[in-house]
């Protein structure tokens, strides 16, 4: 995974950049070493080989990132009872929403005056991307080396390999900044929005429209990355948060494989149009389909997760009305909602979506992903792969969760079943 994602990213990449998103491959075994160096190697070296530029532009967001993140406004909210800290919860400032409108009109002001044009972003796509995968390999080397230095080691396993990609810290943090939801929430989906702008843009420019496929990507992603801000105060309670350790599976993924990769859509569009001269564009009745499906999905989305971690945050004592987050969907907080109580204490929420399904949230962000890749056609596979990696990543998380809620809670868990019977789509599965 260390480094065949990193090599991944550089082909798929290079099909976007130089074959309009066709997946190549050399004709024959013997063809494959000419073949690796001139379309592969020599394509990096032309294209995506780190600059100062491009070191200057992404460590400077990153950094201005941090900043924001330390000093504007924004409430403070507790976690969840650490074991490992002897029950204790440690506090989170959640300014998610105040950095991203700041971020919003700066950006906008930077573009506008020329101070930096935000359609430079995809001109210098292959040095950028570079650039955030070495700094999601030193951000874990530095994560992993001062954790130990620290003290600050968990659940280690012994193995160098093993221990530096799964993390070994839980909560690394700077002064009042928590790292790990820094690097979650205000790295990948700002860079993955500010992509697909940069594309929209870029389209504006050169040929002074702007096409429906391409103002659906932008939507999309304002509204995941919208989503994360102003549902941040959500984060602390997570099971990311809570439980996984800061490694490079995390870092690495955060600070490059999403906004690197999550993008493809849009990038596919632009480079298609850039290649052959002519727009992808659909008729009127799949577009506005498309668009349905999103804002549909979207706000199952957005009220599932509001519905559950506020649920679950009230359980915490940690829950704060947020009505200046801007949207705030009707049926987003459930009031008296139905539970099991478990054993251990605690309570399975059988309210709302979660009354319908188990993973109701998870069905929603998959009907996302797949309309990212049915708004470019079918005629590449790139602005498909988010959706097919999600799959895999899901089955495989949910599979994890089922067998550990089996476990931890065994009849109670069978009585939560039977009361929610479906995992994704009821009556289907």
């Given at each position: 995974m260390?480094?065949?994602?990193?090599?991944?990213?550089f082909?798929?990449?290079?099909c976007?950049?130089?074959?309009?998103?066709?997946?190549?491959?050399?004709?024959?075994?013997?063809?494959?070493?000419?073949?690796?160096?001139?379309?592969?190697?020599?394509?990096?070296?032309?294209?995506?080989?780190?600059?100062?530029?491009?070191?200057?532009?992404?460590?400077?967001?990153?950094?201005?990132?941090?900043?924001?993140?330390?000093?504007?406004?924004?409430?403070?909210?507790?976690?969840?009872?650490?074991?490992?800290?002897?029950?204790?919860?440690?506090?989170?400032?959640c300014?998610?929403?105040?950095?991203?409108?700041?971020?919003?009109?700066f950006?906008?002001?930077?573009?506008?005056?020329?101070?930096f044009?935000?359609?430079l972003?995809?001109?210098?796509?292959?040095?950028?991307?570079?650039?955030?995968?070495?700094?999601?390999?030193?951000?874990?080397?530095?994560?992993?080396?001062?954790?130990?230095?620290?003290?600050?080691?968990?659940?280690?396993?012994?193995?160098?390999?093993?221990?530096?990609?799964?993390?070994?810290?839980?909560?690394?943090?700077?002064?009042?900044?928590?790292?790990?939801?820094w690097?979650?929430?205000?790295?990948?989906?700002p860079?993955?929005?500010?992509?697909?702008?940069?594309?929209?843009?870029?389209?504006?420019?050169?040929?002074?429209?702007?096409?429906?496929?391409?103002?659906?990507?932008?939507?999309?992603?304002f509204?995941?990355?919208?989503?994360?801000?102003?549902?941040?105060?959500?984060?602390p309670?997570?099971?990311?948060i809570?439980?996984?350790?800061?490694?490079?599976?995390?870092?690495?993924?955060?600070?490059?494989?999403?906004?690197?990769?999550?993008?493809?859509?849009?990038?596919?569009?632009?480079?298609y149009?850039?290649?052959?001269?002519?727009?992808?564009?659909?008729?009127?009745?799949?577009?506005?389909?498309?668009?349905?499906?999103?804002?549909?999905?979207?706000?199952?989305?957005?009220?599932?997760?509001?519905q559950?971690?506020?649920?679950?945050?009230?359980?915490?004592?940690?829950?704060?009305?947020?009505?200046?987050?801007?949207?705030?969907?009707?049926?987003?907080?459930?009031?008296?909602?139905s539970?099991?109580?478990?054993?251990?204490?605690?309570?399975?929420?059988?309210?709302?979506?979660?009354?319908?399904?188990?993973?109701?949230?998870?069905?929603?962000?998959?009907?996302?992903?797949?309309?990212?890749?049915?708004?470019?056609?079918?005629?590449?596979?790139?602005?498909?792969f988010?959706?097919?990696?999600?799959v895999?990543?899901?089955?495989?998380?949910?599979?994890?969760?089922?067998?550990?809620?089996a476990?931890?809670?065994?009849?109670?868990?069978?009585?939560?079943c039977?009361?929610?019977?479906?995992?994704?789509?009821?009556?289907?599965?």
């Open positions: 260390m480094t065949g994602f990193p090599c991944l990213m082909y798929f990449w290079v976007l950049e130089y074959h309009q998103g066709k997946l190549i491959y050399p004709t024959s075994l013997a063809d494959f070493k000419p073949w690796f160096f001139q379309e592969i190697v020599n394509k990096i070296k032309l294209g995506a080989m780190p600059t100062v530029w491009a070191t200057k532009v992404y460590m400077g967001y990153v950094l201005f990132s941090f900043i924001l993140a330390y000093t504007m406004p924004g409430p403070v909210v507790e976690g969840l009872p650490i074991p490992s800290l002897a029950g204790k919860r440690l506090k989170y400032l300014n998610g929403l105040s950095s991203w409108y700041f971020t919003l009109a950006s906008c002001i930077c573009h506008v005056t020329g101070v044009r935000l359609t972003i995809v001109d210098h796509f292959g040095e950028l991307m570079t650039v955030a995968m070495i700094w999601g390999f030193v951000m874990s080397g530095l994560v992993y080396v001062f954790s130990s230095m620290m003290g600050k080691n968990h659940r280690m396993s012994g193995n160098f390999f093993y221990d530096y990609f799964m993390g070994t810290c839980l909560n690394p943090r700077i002064g009042k900044v928590d790292l790990k939801m690097a979650e929430i205000r790295l990948p989906w860079v993955l929005f500010y992509l697909s702008l940069s594309c929209l843009l870029k389209q504006y420019e050169i040929y002074g429209t702007i096409t429906a496929p391409a103002a659906f990507m932008v939507l999309a992603h509204l995941y990355v919208n989503a994360c801000q102003k549902g941040e105060e959500c984060i309670t997570s099971w990311d809570f439980y996984e350790k800061d490694g490079f599976m995390l870092i690495f993924w955060n600070m490059a494989g999403v906004p690197f990769t999550y993008c493809y859509a849009s990038l596919y569009l632009m480079k149009q850039l290649t052959t001269g002519s727009a992808i564009t659909h008729n009127l009745p799949y577009t506005v389909f498309l668009f349905v499906a999103l804002l549909a999905a979207y706000y199952v989305f957005d009220t599932g997760n509001s559950k971690n506020r649920f679950r945050m009230e359980q915490n004592g940690s829950y704060i009305p947020r009505k200046a987050a801007f949207p705030q969907l009707p049926w987003g907080h459930i009031k008296n909602p539970y099991i109580k478990t054993e251990h204490g605690n309570l399975l929420l059988t309210s709302g979506w979660w009354g319908i399904a188990r993973k109701p949230h998870y069905t929603a962000d998959l009907v996302m992903a797949i309309s990212w890749g049915l708004i470019t056609g079918f005629g590449s596979f790139l602005p498909y988010y959706f097919c990696f999600f895999c990543v899901l089955v495989h998380r949910v599979s994890r969760d089922m067998e550990r809620c476990k931890k809670y065994g009849k109670d868990w069978d009585r939560y039977e009361r929610v019977p479906y995992i994704f789509i009821p009556y289907v599965y």
